[in-house]
């Protein structure tokens, strides 16, 4: 999703087990997403599977460990899909107004996150901190408040 909003032509396709290189699939999603015709300075770009685990950003090399720079093609094929972010940092996207996923906080606890509008992006979350942490918040909150 470009700017949060969903656009066929925004979706690349790459098939399960590639054995594309990531220097190819770099170009190809700077190409069709036309990450390098950015009109502002911006941090890189960054490539997320769809848990919200980097994989790789724009600068990303692994020579080392990766020779032939395979694994995150893929990776990204095995899963099905991917999410590049500008800025390289990962939120979750809005998708639309009233979509609702369920996100793991921990091995324990679950999130519920629900799209209340897509511009600006404005997520609810439910299930994010205990009652007994948002207790503590208040608690230390409250002798510092003063009336503006």
């Known amino acids: 999703f470009r700017d949060s909003i969903s656009r066929e032509e925004d979706i690349i396709e790459l098939e399960r087990g590639s054995k594309a290189k990531w220097s190819e699939l770099k170009d190809m999603l700077s190409f069709a997403l036309k990450l390098d015709q950015r009109r502002y300075p911006i941090q890189a770009w960054a490539l997320f599977s769809h848990e919200g685990r980097r994989l790789a950003d724009e600068l990303f090399e692994d020579k080392r460990h990766d020779p032939e720079n395979r694994l ?3 990776l990204f094929s095995r899963t099905g899909y991917a999410v590049v972010m500008e800025g390289g940092q990962w939120f979750w996207p809005g998708v639309h107004e009233g979509y609702i996923r369920q996100i793991m906080i921990d091995d324990k ?30 608690d230390t909150a409250t002798p510092l408040m003063r009336y503006s």
């Open 72 to 74: 995150i093609p893929y």
């Open 109 to 138: 606890t679950n999130a519920t996150l629900q799209t209340l509008s897509l511009q600006p992006l404005v997520l609810s979350v439910e299930g994010f901190l205990t009652d007994e942490e948002c207790t503590y918040i208040q």
